[in-house]
């Protein structure tokens, strides 16, 4: 058989959950309430179809035969991330010991397995004691966090070498202080500002803390959604809007994790327009010493924009988006069921800018997925059909290979999902898995993709 497409030796095969996605046992092991328990319990009907977080996918019950699923379909890694409130219930204190059992159990299994955990400290899911201190604009929330980081590298750091602080942490401002998709529901770019900046000193000091244990092999990282914004033409209205979503939705995080400062131009603008969050002294030196070892990227879709068509009302509350208008590429490829335009390259572009720009720090891909609608439609002889799922992965795999082979460090793919999981506000509307979950009795079964992913993995290539 030949391979086209060789990846190099050791290459990180696997996929990526969350605690809140897939646990399920909301109720159970003495676990805390965290953000997304309190605000389906208050507002049912901001959820897809009024599904709340408490079954989810039952991986809490079932761990065992997933990861011998996991072990089926090719894993040799999987990233999981840790609940906060149910290791250590309220955020603060006491560490719950049931959860400790839970999550030593996973690992040894994984490891049983020959599947490598890399565990994720924050996946979108702050206890609720703590979001009602303020969450993320609040330096004693920083300070619980790296608390609660310092117990999990204790506990854990023995069998787990590679950890990472936060997952995606644009998504919380972008939801819950931006654009009123997440709670806290709050529209505020001032508070937003706060929330992205303590997020950053906090991943610093988690990384800072991290140094202080002898794990061996021990790397930290944080895991982005990297997401390239390209502009309408070559115009400098458009040059400039692309370069100012780059900034605000990439950069304010990539710069400060990797090279330890953000962009002059980013700061120029929050402060022209009186956005800027409090600092303290010595955030600057901790932010420079204390940059990751490893990048996660997680890549679905680009960003395409433009100059605005027309001014900001300026009595509109401050937002990113008077910078620049989203654009619509005539003929774009679309995945119509999340409305997300697909474009494979985009994943190349991402790598070799890390290559160019970021000391081509050592990366991986930590989540690239297609969530399709109703896929029990492709159902034949008992197993889905998702050859739409297969192509997405092996045309963004065959620019991920593209960019290795000119030079980018990039050591791993992972899709979303492992199995199909509850999404934030979806419920199960989109499903993304290798592995089909019966809503009606949690049964799993293998969908197409698996099979040939496993033989990707197999084969270290295709």
């Known amino acids: 058989m030949t391979l086209n497409y060789k990846f190099p030796e050791g290459f990180w095969w696997g996929s990526a959950t969350s605690a809140t996605q897939i646990e399920g046992a909301a109720n159970e092991g003495n676990r805390g309430q965290n953000i997304w328990d309190y605000w389906y319990e208050q507002e049912p009907n901001r959820f897809f179809e009024n599904i709340g977080p408490e079954i989810t996918s039952d991986f809490y019950h079932r761990y065992k035969e997933d990861i011998q699923l996991m072990k089926e379909v090719g894993h040799n890694s999987f990233r999981m991330s840790i609940s906060w409130s149910r290791l250590i219930p309220g955020g603060r204190g006491e560490v719950n010991q049931e959860a400790v059992q839970f999550y030593n159990d996973v690992i040894d299994e994984l ?9 994720n400290l924050f996946h979108f899911d702050m206890p609720i004691e703590l979001q009602h201190e303020g969450g993320w604009e609040s330096r004693e929330v920083v300070d619980a966090y790296v608390d609660y980081a310092k117990e999990a590298f204790q506990l854990f750091g023995d069998r787990v070498a590679k950890w990472f602080t936060f997952n995606e942490p644009i998504v919380p401002v972008e939801g ?6 997440h709670y806290p529901n709050v529209v505020d770019a001032k508070r937003a500002a706060q929330v992205a900046y303590h997020t950053m000193i906090a991943s610093a000091k988690a990384v800072e803390a991290f140094r202080e244990f002898d794990i061996k092999d021990g790397k930290i990282g944080i895991v982005l959604n990297l997401t390239p914004s390209y502009p309408r033409s070559q115009n400098p209205a458009d040059l400039k809007a692309s370069h100012v979503a ?7 995080f990539l710069d400060p994790a990797v090279l330890g400062e953000y962009p002059q131009d980013l700061i120029d603008i929050l402060k022209e327009y009186e956005q800027l969050p409090k600092t303290e002294e010595g955030d600057r030196a901790l932010l420079k010493a204390n940059t990751v070892d490893i990048l996660g990227v997680n890549y679905y879709q680009p960003r395409r924009v433009k100059a605005k068509e027309h001014q900001p009302n300026p009595d509109s509350p401050f937002l990113p988006d008077w910078f620049f208008d989203n654009y619509e590429m005539p003929g774009r490829k679309m995945n ?3 409305g997300w335009e697909i474009y494979e390259k985009g994943l190349y572009d991402i790598m070799i800018n890390l290559r160019d720009n970021y000391g081509n ?3 991986f891909i930590s989540e690239n997925g ?3 609608q109703n896929e029990e439609r492709f159902l034949k002889d008992g197993e889905i059909q998702d050859d739409y799922r297969i192509e997405f992965i092996r045309e963004h795999l065959k620019w991920l290979n593209k960019a290795i082979q000119e030079g980018s460090n990039a050591k791993g793919y992972h899709m979303w999902t492992f199995m199909d999981n509850w999404s934030w506000s979806n419920a199960y509307k989109n499903r993304y898995g290798f592995v089909s979950i019966n809503l009606e009795d949690q049964s799993r079964s293998l969908k197409k993709s ?10 270290n290539g295709f």
Request: net charge negative; charged share 25%; no cysteine.
């Open 336 to 338: 119509i069921y999340r």
């Open 176 to 181: 819950g202080y931006l654009y009123d998709f």
């Open 111 to 119: 490891l049983a397995n020959d599947i490598e955990p890399f565990v």
């Open 450 to 459: 698996a099979h040939w992913f496993r033989k990707v993995s197999d084969n």
């Open 370 to 372: 297609m969530g399709v």
């Open 246 to 252: 780059d900034l605000f939705f990439n950069r304010s």
């Open 361 to 363: 720090i050592e990366s």
